[in-house]
């Protein structure tokens, strides 16, 4: 029992708000067939059981007109007692003798309201007279319903013209002759009519209201889970100036939109001391850096071997790594004034090797491009600064005459950017950096790195057997 109540706990858990909703209107429309049903039932029997009682009460008073014919039997009965018997039965059937709720065979056929009587009687002699299907028709015992009483459901034909009936008859005799009184059921019923209304009517009702309701709830969790999305979205690129709404659209949300607020107000404060953090650590390089390399400009002026200038030269080119390095860090920071737009990853890939172009040939080295439009969402600067330094680690590290491919396309369905080159491979030149390979094939990894995670790519660094390639596989 637990299981199973698990089991439609976890269910229910599954569903969404407007299929609970929905369910809930269409089980109530069950209820209420179900409902509907029974009392259905109940009426119709509560009809019949009225056609049983004004049958009855038909035969009682037959049989008290015919008490004075009771001693006919077979042996002494004349067909001229079964005609006047037949006579009398037809004026006994349209005659003053009705019960008074009883309706003519007219009304009952045109309107299919019950309550119209049928008659059948038998002598031993001489042609039967009234409904013969009476007999002939076996029909339903009822015992319930009475002694000898049955229901016989007559065909459209039989007694209307223009619709099946139901009648409930006694079938009994008095002295030799076989009698069969019965009354056509009421169909409907007032009060079977209003129950009946009143059900569908309420079933609609509850379905509409359901249905109302489920579209209603699903538009407001819709737009607050949008209100949320946005404010997420774009935090995501660095602008916190948006909030979700913690009240007024969903009252089911507004815990999770509180937590998600705080969450952004803590990510904002966070951001705004790395900022901080960030301008005074540059400020406080830069100015060293500066004089750093003033006083190297001082020192080749009086370096006069060729060794001294060279290292001088050396020093400086490292002084200009660590100060762009630290630039673009600081545009990296600036992610507030990112503007993400649709980014063609193969005009990337043909722009750095235009720009490389040169200094490549100036070594003999080939710059191969490999490219099908595509194109994800990115900010074009910062992409277009991952590929320069990816193009400019494989033509520094490249051989002399060796070919370095720029490949920009689609894989399983995917954006995919990769630069081979034929240099020392990925594990020489982790061994030769001493590192875990997160830095390992050349300056300006961790930036490029940075960059694609940003936007929501990853980077991977294999064996090309020679060299080594790296690629940026994205997400959309």
């Keep these: 029992m637990r299981g199973a109540f698990r089991r439609l706990r976890a269910w229910l858990n599954r569903q969404t708000t407007t299929q609970l909703a929905v369910g809930i209107a269409v089980l109530s429309a069950l209820a209420l067939t179900g409902s509907l049903f029974v009392t259905s039932t109940a009426v119709r029997m509560d009809q019949r059981e009225k056609a049983a009682l004004a049958a009855l009460a038909d035969y009682v008073t037959m049989s008290d007109k015919l008490a004075a014919e009771a001693s006919f039997t077979r042996d002494n009965i004349s067909a001229g007692d079964a005609a006047y018997l037949s006579a009398w039965l037809t004026a006994f059937q349209s005659g003053p003798g009705r019960i008074e709720d009883a309706r003519t065979l007219e009304d009952t056929c045109r ?37 000898d009483v049955y229901i016989l459901r007559l065909s459209q034909g039989v007694l209307c013209p223009s619709r099946p009936v139901e009648v409930v008859v006694v079938r009994r005799s008095v002295g030799a002759l076989d009698i069969a009184v019965g009354r056509v059921v009421d169909a409907r019923g007032d009060a079977w009519g209003w129950a009946v209304a009143a059900v569908i009517g309420a079933g609609v009702l509850m379905v509409a209201i359901g249905l109302i309701a489920a579209t209603f709830a699903r538009r ?118 990112w503007s993400f737009e649709s980014v063609s990853l193969d005009m990337l890939v043909q722009q750095a090797a235009e720009l490389y172009q040169p200094l490549a040939e100036e070594r003999g080295i080939e710059l191969k491009v490999v490219a099908a439009p595509v194109s994800v969402l990115g900010v074009r600067s910062l992409l277009q600064r991952a590929v320069t330094n990816l193009v400019d680690n494989a033509v520094k590290y490249s051989p002399d005459g060796g070919v370095v491919t720029l490949f920009a396309g689609q894989q399983a369905g995917r954006p995919v950017l990769s630069v081979t080159d034929q240099g020392p491979g990925f594990a020489a030149a982790r061994a030769q950096a001493g590192t875990d390979g997160r830095e390992s094939h050349g300056m300006g990894l961790a930036f490029v790195r940075a960059i694609l995670k940003r936007h929501g790519a990853s980077m991977t660094i294999d064996d090309a057997a020679p060299g080594a390639v790296v690629t940026a596989q994205f997400s959309r």
């Excluded at 031993?124 to 009822?142: N, Q, Y």
């Excluded at 705004?272 to 003033?294: E, I, M, N, V, Y």
């Design 111 to 147: 309107t299919g309201r019950g309550g119209a009587g049928v008659r059948f009687i038998r002598a031993p002699v001489g042609k039967p007279a009234g409904l013969a299907e009476l007999e002939s028709v076996r029909g339903e015992r009822s015992p319930r319903l009475g002694e």
């Design 220 to 337: 407001r969790l819709t737009n607050a889970v949008a209100q949320v999305s946005l404010a997420l979205d774009r935090a995501a690129v660095g602008d916190f100036s948006l909030r979700a709404p913690e009240t007024a659209l969903a009252p089911e949300l507004t815990e999770l939109t509180g937590h998600v607020n705080l969450t952004l107000d803590r990510l904002e404060e966070l951001l705004s001391w790395l900022r901080d953090s960030a301008d005074q650590l540059a400020h406080d390089f830069r100015t060293p850096l500066a004089r750093a390399s003033a006083r190297m400009d001082r020192l080749a002026e009086t370096a006069s071997s060729p060794e001294a200038r060279a290292l001088i030269a050396e020093a400086r080119a490292d002084l200009a790594g660590i100060n762009r390095a630290m630039t673009d860090a600081m545009a990296l920071r600036d992610g507030e004034a």
